[in-house]
């Protein structure tokens, strides 16, 4: 608390540097336009691998991770901790060789054509089997993208299908694997992460903590609120705040930051993802001031991802200040594109500080 001439006083929150255990890059010229606001707020992401071509060998993600580092604004410390994209020809030998390099820390399930650039993703889990196999005994966590791609199921019924189709059976055959189910967005994933051994953890992503389905249909469609996951109906919601507030350390921040350009979003086929990386921890604050549980954004930030990875928790620590503020309409992208966020042009009740 510090004193102010105004209202009394100032409401700050102090917390551990956090880390952003799900992100978007992508790479190039839009890299160079994103980095700088995870840097910012995060001290460490794990990236996402499906570039075009994905990244599916530790050469690759080594060379990805040396663009990244590139990148980065001067004096800026941001640790990319990278991950490679499974396919139906992974070799067990490359999962050895990712967790021998000390920088590939996770091993990322899209389904083929579950989300964007997924198409060389996974056609048949079984195919993986002895990947999967080589991470149960390595220890290298798998990430997954949750949801059928099955056109006759329902688009919001796709991940409460994939728990039963897919991940209670892959669970069943590998019960050691080390797995995180990617931005949950159900109830029911949080029940069954919450029943699953402590190999399995998730992360929530802030925009599913404070938005529903409504939003993509608010007085018209809104392309900045389309996802995957797609928002789900607001009981879903309320179970996602439940998990993340509760304490419980298999729940953990993951932004699922994804930008696309205002012209790809705006379009009569736009591209799935938020861009909530330049006000991520702020729009976080906001979902957990909602359920009176700021005292928990702590341990779900900063805590609960490292000790899941096995790695340090961060030794610095970030200041939120409780101010509105506007956040801009739009950032510069690449090729002159604009980058819409989410809450574009909106207020936003905390700020973080520099
Ligand atoms: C992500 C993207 O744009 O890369 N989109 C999204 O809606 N989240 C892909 C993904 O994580 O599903
Ligand atoms: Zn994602």
Known sequence: MRPCPYA???MQITITRPDDWHLHLRDGPEMAAVLPHSARQFARAIVMPNLRPPVTTVAAAGEYRARILAALPDGAAFEPLMTLYLTDSMSPQEVWRAAASGFVRAVKLYPAGATTNSDSGVTDIGRCAAVLAAMEE????????????DPAVDVFDREKVFIERVLQPLLLRHAAIRLV?????????ADFVRACGDNVAATITAHHLLYNRNAIFAGGIRPHHYCLPVLKRERHRQALLQAATSGNPKFFLG???APHSRASKESACGCAGCYTAPAALELYAEAFESMAALDRLEAFASFHGPDFYRLPRNAGQVTLQQEEWLLPAAFA??????LVPLRAGEPLRWRLLD
Do not use: K, N, R
Request: one cysteine or more; aromatic letters at 6%; a negative charge.
């Open 8 to 10: 009394g006083a100032i």
């Open 333 to 338: 992208y690449a090729g002159g594109e604009p």
């Open 181 to 189: 189910f990617e931005h949950i967005t159900t109830g029911d994933a």
């Open 255 to 257: 932004t699922d930051s």
């Open 138 to 149: 390595c220890g290298l966590p798998l990430l997954v993208h949750g949801e059928v791609t």
